[in-house]
């Protein structure tokens, strides 16, 4: 038995976007794999497998990644009754430049010869306008359907200017779907994994309309890598993320490419965790171990903060950490490998790491000259023997080298016009740390930032002297050609010069939609030749918990993004304040700034 429900209150609307896209599309994607589901069901009702991938698109504009059109000929020979792919299926941007993006993905997955389902997903919708395109291209941004003993719920972790979980709205929907069904096994589909952030505040909600259903696993993607976040409350939590898309985690970490078959076998639902050319069980990367190799790497074992201000030099002891919180010891080495410019005394020592203590290893660490207090630093190797959830973890990490600056007090009002007349005694710091291109070849790109700050107010000003200005884009993806993009504490910005005049754009906030151009930041831009002044006062209530008082501090980095349009076979290149700002991957080290009296 195959059948399908969608919202009752997007019946109306489903059904003028059907008839309105017919002459551009012939029926949107949600209605061709329906109409292939019911014209071809499994041939037992309890007996089928299908397919679940998530984030197939890529990092730019056009060009899905080849990994993802081998995994649709991997589809077509695995003939699941279906596949599903947990969203982020283009790259996204504002709707004008959509099109060529939608074009392609519906010309690829045309080559699928089992019905094929899209999740919405944040690079797929980030506004109405988005929204508008996906209905009528795709079709419904929630529905579920019928295959055998078993409903399939899509659910929206993308409605507009809503916050980081599933509305009531949407939830009370599921709530009757559940209180009406029959099914044996309920699955649920969504993008970006609510489950896996804070359960009270994101997810709570869900979790509570699946008590006293047979809801058995509920799949999220966002995150690029594979995760089994392991049964709570009676429900399987799966994280996918590898249909293509970039990737920035340690494979160890479900940092690799791949899709999950999942098997139906009347009461019995097991999984495969596929990528090209293998099957791996689905403890391949558990939520323990994971946890346990982030402790090790990230808390476990290190340094103390090393705070060395802009332009000064290094000569002091500094500390190696090695936490043990297990209730045996263990026996290892600790050694340093050392750039040039810099020295570590001794470069090596053995060491016992008791159990249930920290251990405190002293070395001497200096710099030939203030110019050599740079990245890459010194940085730690050791083994760390003793791990509950698997073998021995390999530690390599980077002495906490943390460059410091004061931003001064504003004396008066700052106008945010892109002038900075009234910027005196405000220092610059020069970004020196270049990628894919050669920093030698300065009238190619330069750029220096610096800050002020007043109670209300933290102000900061990005110069930049560049052959090129160019910037064809707008909304999300603004990233590809000439902007800055900021990273202070927790908060993630794009400054832009867009054809429509200077954009703000938030990518990751507290308490705010994210993905979004922000009203709140003023932007002033400037542009006289080669130099372009990018000026902005960020409120207070859009750098909490940063507070602005004097003595306060908060971790910052940026990137100073390049594209040259006229030279069309160059890639992207940009200037970074700190290296791996651009990684894509979140840890990088960061300035501390000090708000000075």
Same mark, same amino acid.
């Given at each position: ?42 041939? /037992? ?12 698109? /890529? ?6 990644? %080849? ?28 709707? %004008? ?110 979790? %509570?309309?699946? *008590? ?90 290190? /340094? ?208 705010? /939609? ?55 076979? *160059?890639? *992207? ?25």
């Amino acid at each position: 038995m195959i059948s399908r429900c969608i919202a009752p209150s997007l019946l109306l609307a489903i059904c003028l976007i059907l008839n309105s896209s017919k002459a551009a599309h012939s029926k949107p994607l949600i209605e061709q794999a329906m109409d292939r589901l019911n014209s071809n069901p499994p041939v /037992s009702e309890e007996s089928f497998e299908f397919i679940v991938i998530g984030d197939s698109r /890529s990092s730019k504009p056009v060009g899905l990644p %080849e990994a993802f059109k081998k995994m649709i000929g991997e589809f077509n020979i695995l003939g699941p009754a279906f596949v599903i792919d947990c969203g982020d299926l283009i790259l996204g941007g504002a709707a %004008e430049g959509l099109a060529p993006q939608w074009d392609e993905f519906e010309e690829v997955v045309s080559h699928c010869e089992v019905p094929f389902f899209p999740v919405t997903g944040n690079h797929d919708i980030s506004d109405e306008a988005t929204e508008q395109i996906w209905k009528e291209r795709l079709g419904p941004t929630q529905y579920s359907f019928r295959v055998g003993n078993s409903l399939f719920i899509a659910l929206n972790s993308e409605e507009v200017n809503a916050l980081d979980r599933i509305s009531d709205e949407q939830v009370e929907w599921v709530n009757n779907l559940l209180a009406n069904t029959d099914a044996e096994h309920v699955f649920c589909f969504m993008h970006k994994p609510y489950f896996a952030q804070d359960w009270d505040e994101n997810w709570a909600n869900m979790a %509570e309309a699946f *008590r006293d259903h047979p809801v058995k696993m509920v799949f999220g993607s966002d995150i690029h890598l594979y995760r089994n976040c392991g049964i709570k409350e009676g429900v399987q939590y799966v994280i996918t993320g590898g249909g293509g898309a970039p990737i920035h985690t340690p494979e160890e970490e479900g940092g690799f490419h791949h899709y999950l078959l999942v098997r139906v076998r009347g009461e019995k639902v097991s999984w495969s965790v596929i990528r090209p050319g293998s099957v791996l069980p689905p403890d391949v990367v558990t939520a323990d171990r994971v946890e346990e190799i982030r402790a090790i790497r990230q808390r476990w074992v290190g /340094s103390e903060p090393v705070e060395v201000p802009y332009g000064e030099g290094l000569d002091r002891e500094v500390k190696a950490l090695i936490h043990n919180p297990y209730d045996t010891e263990f026996s290892s080495t600790l050694s340093w490998e050392v750039p040039e410019g810099w020295s570590v005394e001794p470069k090596e020592k053995a060491y016992t790491a008791q159990a249930e203590a920290t251990t405190e290893l002293v070395f001497h660490v200096r710099a030939d000259n203030p110019e050599s207090v740079r990245f890459p630093a010194p940085s730690l190797h050791t083994v760390f023997e003793k791990a509950k959830h698997g073998g021995p973890v390999e530690v390599d990490r980077e002495m906490s080298l943390v460059p410091t600056t004061v931003a001064q007090r504003a004396p008066g009002p700052v106008k945010i016009d892109g002038i900075l007349d009234d910027w005196e005694g405000a220092d610059p710091i020069a970004l020196t740390y270049a990628e894919s291109f050669d920093k030698k070849a300065k009238e190619d790109l330069e750029s220096q930032i610096r800050f002020q700050w007043s109670p209300g107010y933290f102000y900061l000003a990005v110069e930049t002297w560049d052959d090129e200005f160019y910037q064809p884009y707008a909304g999300d993806i603004v990233w590809l050609a000439d902007n800055v993009e900021l990273f202070l504490d927790t908060w993630s910005w794009g400054l832009s010069l867009t054809e429509k005049g200077p954009e703000v754009f938030l990518y990751w906030g507290v308490n705010r /939609s994210r993905e979004t151009v922000n009203t709140e930041v003023q932007l002033g831009v400037q542009r006289d030749g080669r130099k372009t002044v990018y000026e902005a006062a960020f409120p207070q209530d859009v750098v909490l918990p940063f507070q602005l008082e004097a003595g306060n501090s908060c971790r910052f980095s940026m990137i100073m993004n390049d594209l040259d349009g006229s030279v069309p076979d *160059r890639p *992207r290149h940009w200037l970074e304040l700190t290296p791996g700002a651009g990684s894509g991957s979140g840890r990088f080290p960061r300035t501390k700034v000090i708000l000075g009296r």
